[in-house]
T-cell receptor
Framework: ETGVTQTPRHLVMGMTNKKSLKCEQH?????MYWYKQSAKKPLELMFV???????ENNSVPSRFSPECPNSSHLFLHLHTLQPEDSALYLC?????????????FGSGTQLSVL | GENVEQHPSTLSVQEGDSAVIKCTYS??????FPWYKQELGKRPQLIID?????GEKKDQRIAVTLNKTAKHFSLHITETQPEDSAVYFC?????????FGSGTQLTVLP
């Protein structure tokens, strides 16, 4: 157990559905991340929250909307997704969000878009 | 932005042999280079990391080497065991984020 929990573990949704992924960290970290993991591709950073600041990957479509109500919780709201969005979505946290420190990953949400 | 290339994409070795995975990065300002291991169906976990002021770091059977001039770093696993079978990802730091390589599927054959 790394202290980062994600729910749900699996999610199947249609292209017109709206769903949310949840992540919670119990490590006292100040930064949280969403990564997308597709087969045969590098882990792709989607969003970073460090204290009050959000750093956003410019290539993330607006159908993905993050929310970070506090330093322990992170959500990814999904709407009108496409089949190519099917992937493993990993949440991570780190102490300060400087980019040069250990990341603690959750187990991920395996998302299938039909 | 940072670009990280990782080779090979797949690697099979006999149990007891050594395995080497190589990565190159593009941003000379990168100063932190971690390696993550992801077993099938599990989360990525940090196994070793190195900072730019160090050329080599060892932890039991694993070691990482860094060549800043060539912008190249490598993971070395000696005396491989079946439990070393996993996907290994290298990464390089960029302000506020890590850029990952595409991963190497290592299979240790008994």
């Amino acid at each position: 157990e790394t202290g980062v929990t994600q729910t749900p573990r699996h999610l199947v949704m249609g292209m017109t559905n709206k769903k949310s992924l949840k992540c919670e960290q119990h490590l006292g970290h100040n930064a949280m991340y969403w990564y997308k993991q597709s087969a045969k591709k590098p882990l792709e950073l989607m969003f970073v929250y460090s204290l009050e600041e959000r750093v956003e990957n410019n290539s993330v479509p607006s159908r993905f909307s993050p929310e970070c109500p506090n330093s322990s919780h992170l959500f990814l709201h999904l709407h009108t997704l496409q089949p190519e969005d099917s992937a493993l979505y990993l949440c991570a946290s780190s102490q300060s969000g400087t980019g040069d420190e250990k990341l603690f990953f959750g187990s991920g949400t395996q998302l299938s878009v039909l | 932005g940072e670009n990280v290339e990782q080779h090979p994409s797949t690697l099979s070795v006999q149990e007891g042999d050594s395995a080497v995975i190589k990565c190159t990065y593009s941003d000379s300002a990168s100063n932190y280079f971690p390696w993550y291991k992801q077993e099938l169906g599990k989360r990525p976990q940090l196994i070793i990391d190195i900072r730019s002021n160090v050329g080599e770091k060892k932890d039991q059977r694993i070691a990482v080497t860094l060549n800043k001039t060539a912008k190249h770093f490598s993971l070395h696993i000696t005396e491989t065991q079946p439990e070393d079978s996993a996907v290994y990802f290298c990464a390089a730091s960029f302000p506020r984020q890590l850029t990952f390589g595409s991963g190497t599927q290592l299979t240790v054959l008994p």
